[in-house]
């Protein structure tokens, strides 16, 4: 198979998650105020719900299935093989996952309705084959398909949501969208796999396998998910869970333009350069990778510190105003989460330690599930948005402390001063124009605008080294045309 291009994956992904911030960001502001804090808050954590049985229908397949097929992909005998053995194991695990959602949705009737069509969710991991297309670098498949059906899903929204009780078509409109785009991806399978005999299929080592990729997944989920089930369970306020699931909303936009698009091309890369036995490459792509983290995320969190007052009465309508503290609260994750997943996609998955790593996210699950229980009592959503930043810092500084060298806390911070002051100076202009401008979508705009520039000029006059490479290679890039 022709090795597929590096530049051209990071653009197709970077601008299909462009699209994925876009969308939120054109359907957000109709739905919170069309269904209010509170319904919001009914679709948080139903949906938390059926995330768990989507965890168990997956396994750790998505992640596995990325690594190994990277490893065989100029064989395609061989990934055709381990495309069905690992497809026929997500159909019998979902198949069981099914079976069990419907018993805790006929047990949970009063919500049973939202539950149903939340089956859509289940369904959507059968057909998922997205771990193939970037295990083989072809990510093309998975992003047209993707956009077509969220590009309709926004469509949908604001031609059938048009007033609270309209809850279940907006759920259903989000679930149906993901089983949608996955079954698309099955129309451009067959250039890629040959027939196989079905006879010879072994899925007990997959089984094996996949469980190990599993563990680190679920446990993810305990703070990713369990927060928001935590919050119904012990507060039985689901305003406060509307709150929590609109500044996490927002906290992923951010996490998708800092890490997201980036882990996802460089992880099938870097299996492939494990598989080659390339280390001092894969140490300069992670160094790389961890510089532009840095750059979008320091940016980041001091730009949303400084506008968050500005931008949720704005995007949000009225009523959010606790958004605009979980936000401030939770800013910081952007940079903590993108080192974590930086070396979680470009070192210890690639490098077959997902088990290793897998003990530092139980161990930050657990830190997390403690502090929830103790901080939400009495912090309601903002207990759980501090026990979110102390668990992510633990699993980073496990991460950074045990992979072998890969990254190390002196190449962290070399890349790092410059950013800090950079972003420090940002947040004092941007609370300074709040003194004067705070109110409405001009403030925005100047509050962004402003805020961008001070940062990117700090970055220049301190140079930055980010700033200063980019520049180069742009004007490298001129030079050869």
Request: with cysteine; hydrophobic share 50%.
């Amino acid at each position: 198979m022709k090795q597929p291009s590096l530049k051209k994956n990071f653009i197709l992904s970077m601008m299909y998650q462009i699209l994925k911030i876009i969308m939120p960001l054109l359907t957000a502001p109709y739905i919170s105020r069309v269904l209010g804090a509170k319904n919001i808050g009914i679709y948080s954590y139903t949906n938390s719900y059926s995330m768990y049985f989507t965890l168990f229908a997956a396994l750790g397949t998505v992640t596995y299935g990325t690594r190994e097929i990277a490893r065989v992909r100029n064989d395609k005998e061989r990934r055709s093989q381990l495309f069905w053995e690992i497809e026929i194991l997500t159909v019998l695990t979902t198949s069981a996952a099914l079976i069990f959602w419907g018993i805790f949705t006929f047990f949970n009737k009063s919500d049973a309705i939202y539950y149903a069509v939340l089956s859509f969710n289940l369904l959507a991991v059968m057909f998922d084959i997205s771990w193939f297309y970037a295990g083989i670098e072809h990510f093309e498949f998975t992003i047209v398909w993707n956009s077509i059906f969220r590009v309709l899903s926004v469509i949908a929204m604001f031609l059938f949501v048009k007033k609270p009780s309209d809850l279940f078509i907006y759920i259903f409109i989000v679930a149906f969208q993901n089983f949608a785009g996955n079954v698309g991806m099955w129309t451009g399978l067959s250039k890629f796999i040959c027939k196989i005999d079905f006879k010879t299929i072994e899925l007990k080592h997959h089984f094996h396998e996949t469980l190990v990729y599993f563990i680190p997944t679920i446990a993810t989920s305990v703070y990713n998910v369990l927060d928001k089930t935590l919050i119904q369970l012990i507060t039985h306020n689901k305003a406060e869970n509307g709150y929590y699931e609109q500044a996490n909303k927002i906290l992923d936009m951010m996490k998708t333009l800092t890490f997201v698009a980036l882990n996802m091309v460089m992880q099938s890369r870097i299996s492939y350069l494990f598989e080659q036995k390339k280390y001092d490459e894969i140490k300069r792509r992670i160094h790389t990778s961890v510089n532009y983290v840095l750059f979008m995320g320091i940016g980041i969190l001091f730009g949303m510190m400084g506008i968050a007052r500005t931008f949720v009465p704005w995007f949000f309508g009225p009523g959010y105003d606790r958004t605009i503290v979980l936000l401030e609260i939770m800013s910081p994750v952007v940079v903590i989460i993108g080192l974590s997943n930086c070396l979680g996609a470009q070192y210890y998955t690639p490098s077959g330690k997902r088990k290793q790593s897998a003990n530092y996210i139980i161990a930050g699950s657990v830190i997390n599930f403690v502090l929830n229980c103790l901080f939400i009592p009495h912090l309601m959503s903002a207990g759980a948005a501090i026990a979110t930043v102390i668990a992510e810092s633990a699993i980073t500084i496990l991460y950074v402390g045990h992979c072998n060298r890969y990254l190390t806390w002196g190449v962290i911070l070399s890349h790092l001063w410059r950013k800090l002051i950079a972003g420090a100076l940002m947040l004092a202009v941007i609370l300074f124009i709040n003194q004067y401008m705070n109110v409405g979508f001009i403030a925005l705009i100047v509050q962004v605008g402003v805020g961008f520039s001070v940062y990117c000029l700090m970055l220049v006059i301190l140079r930055d080294d980010f700033v200063i490479d980019f520049a180069k290679n742009q004007l490298l890039a001129k030079l050869r045309h």
